[in-house]
């Protein structure tokens, strides 16, 4: 089953690149209509747009054009190498119009109702290739090689060589009509063109990408329970701990395939963007994705800054999502993008493109400058997001538009759901769990040979607990009692979360294997960290105070909350 190479139709278009679009889109579909329906192309038959949209989405369309709202390759433009849908009732409409009111090339009469009749004059050719409007080079064109035009539209044709599809060309427009061979179609094959063997299959992606075309994305070769399965399986052994039962790789991965941005609300520490980032890596590392965008948003975002602006001087400055995303060269591809602290700004003030891109069927986007690009389908946005309940004054409020676009996950809080399955008992051996995945990071950098100036001084510490009985007896009663005292009060169950618990435990592990200093580190990390995240009523501080009796600075941790109960009634008044 012998087909063209495609080294000969790259030549080919090569050959027919700035031919007039007459000679290669209208006549030839007035040709192929002539064939089928048995006319004279010279008398006339009846001929319009239709015909030539039908010969342009046979020969001229090829798989995965960069901008789906052009996918016609051009063959004959290299200046847009992509033409509309619209153009058969455009530009090419009005090249035959203006031809016919010329009297020359395709002369036109009108019928009571589309479509109108068109016939060939006995001299198209010689008038087209001198031009339509004689001294205007614009409007002329230089003569084709049957062979080329041969090789282009019957590139998918199985014949056995060269010769056999300059005939099936021939058989299928018959172009021996007028005078149209010798003067706008050359016949004659050239001696090189024989000496590349056609090949045993068709291969039109590859020669899709040749002219332009966007590559195929890899195919995601599993189902969606092994997606998932892997991606949860890397997560976990980069150190984050999903909270009991699971489920919430899938939740995000479901809400991506519906098209929908992802909003991970909770409070700090609750491993929003830990988790980010690891399904993110995860996924980058499972299918050969492009390394995720991290964008990092500042209370000042707006589309500028976001996406771009266009500078005194009239270029397009773009930012990272649009020149990585919206620009990408893989736009069939998937891009994984984290928004961190996303509420930060006013969304609509920066995302108003993507969201409106969203909703969009050819998810278009308009770059400064004025260029036109198209949101990539698999554009995965997943976004951190603090409460605008739990921080008014530094957070945004989320509109309905944007939750309309949004699947809103509330992280869990896994230290209290943990602790609530297994008892009070367990914070001992998830602090120790928290200062071993640290441990783990340190000592991989240093075995990397890319330790930071001061790993060693962290690693010194940190490998002196690999065990919760490395730690004394007091501080591990204490931390319970601690741990303990904030959990049992609903407030607690909220904001005392494993981030907390990981830089309590770290405090820890940097003090010396001695009980009284491992006592004193604790109670710094109660002064200086648990103290600063109390909240709710008089009472709720309660517990903690008396569960800190015994440290060595409990009078300091005392005077801490006496101040923040100097507030309104009843009411923690924060302190920073």
Not at 358 to 368: A, N, S
Request: glycine share 6%.
């Amino acid at each position: 089953m012998p087909f063209a190479p495609n080294a000969l139709v790259v030549r080919a278009v090569d050959k027919i690149k700035d031919a007039h679009p007459l000679a290669v889109v209208s006549i030839p579909a007035l040709l192929k209509t002539a064939v089928e329906t048995s006319s004279d192309p010279v008398a006339g038959l009846l001929f319009g747009s239709t015909e030539e949209s039908a010969l342009l989405d046979q020969y001229f369309a090829l798989p995965r054009p960069p901008d789906p709202d052009r996918p016609w390759r051009a063959i004959w433009s290299e200046q847009e190498p992509w033409q509309k849908r619209k153009y058969p009732g455009g530009t090419l409409q009005r090249r035959r119009t203006d031809a016919s009111g010329r009297g020359r090339v395709m002369i036109q009469t009108k019928m009571p109702s589309p479509p109108d009749r068109w016939r060939l004059t006995p001299t198209a050719g010689a008038e087209l290739v001198a031009g339509i409007n004689p001294g205007n080079a614009t409007s002329s064109t230089k003569p084709l090689n049957i062979v080329d035009l041969a090789l282009w539209f019957g590139r998918n044709e199985d014949v056995a060589d060269i010769d056999a599809l300059v005939e099936w060309f021939k058989a299928t427009f018959n172009p021996h009509v007028a005078d149209l061979v010798g003067t706008l179609y050359l016949d004659g094959v050239p001696g090189d063109y024989k000496s590349l063997p056609f090949e045993v299959a068709p291969s039109p992606d590859e020669l899709a990408e040749q002219l332009g075309a966007d590559p195929p994305a890899p195919t995601v070769g599993m189902d969606l329970d092994a997606l998932v399965a892997a991606i949860e399986t890397r997560v976990i052994d980069g150190g984050f701990r999903m909270p009991p039962g699971g489920g919430l790789v899938r939740r995000v991965v479901t809400a991506w395939l519906r098209g929908d941005l992802v909003v991970l609300v909770g409070q700090p520490g609750t491993g929003k963007t830990m988790f980010s980032e690891l399904l993110a890596r995860s996924m980058e590392a499972e299918l050969g994705l492009d390394t995720p965008l991290m964008i990092p948003i500042r209370s000042d975002y707006d589309e500028a800054e976001f996406i771009g602006y266009e500078r005194l001087d009239g270029t397009p400055q773009l930012r990272d999502f649009a020149s990585e995303v919206l620009k990408t060269g893989a736009p069939l591809e998937a891009h994984v993008v984290i928004l961190e602290e996303f509420n930060l700004a006013a969304i609509e003030e920066y995302l108003a493109s993507v969201l409106v891109a969203m909703q969009d069927q050819e998810r278009v986007v308009r770059l400064p400058g004025g260029e036109l690009t198209h949101l990539p389908v698999d554009t995965f946005i997943i976004a951190t997001c603090n409460s605008y309940r739990d921080e008014p004054e530094t957070r945004t409020r989320v509109s309905s538009p944007t939750k309309r676009r949004s699947t809103t996950i509330t992280m869990p809080n896994v230290l209290a759901e943990q602790v609530a399955a297994d008892g009070i008992a367990i914070i001992v051996d998830l602090a120790v769990d928290l200062i071993k995945q640290q441990t783990n990071r340190v000592t991989a950098r240093i075995a990397g040979n890319r330790p930071a100036q001061f790993d060693q001084l962290r690693d010194n510490g940190l490998s002196s607990v690999t065990a919760a009985s490395d730690l004394s007896q007091a501080v591990r009663d204490k931390l319970r009692s601690i741990a303990g005292a904030i959990l049992d009060t609903s407030p607690g169950r909220s904001w005392f979360t494993l981030g907390i618990l990981r830089d309590v435990a770290l405090e820890i592990a940097y003090a010396p294997r001695q009980e009284p200093d491992e006592l004193a580190a604790l109670g710094r990390a109660v002064a200086d960290k648990i103290v600063h995240q109390l909240r709710g009523t008089h009472a709720d501080a309660d517990p903690l105070l008396a569960a800190a009796t015994g440290l060595p600075n409990y009078s300091d941790i005392e005077a801490l909350i006496v101040r923040m109960k100097d507030g309104p009634p009843d009411e923690l008044l924060p302190l920073v």
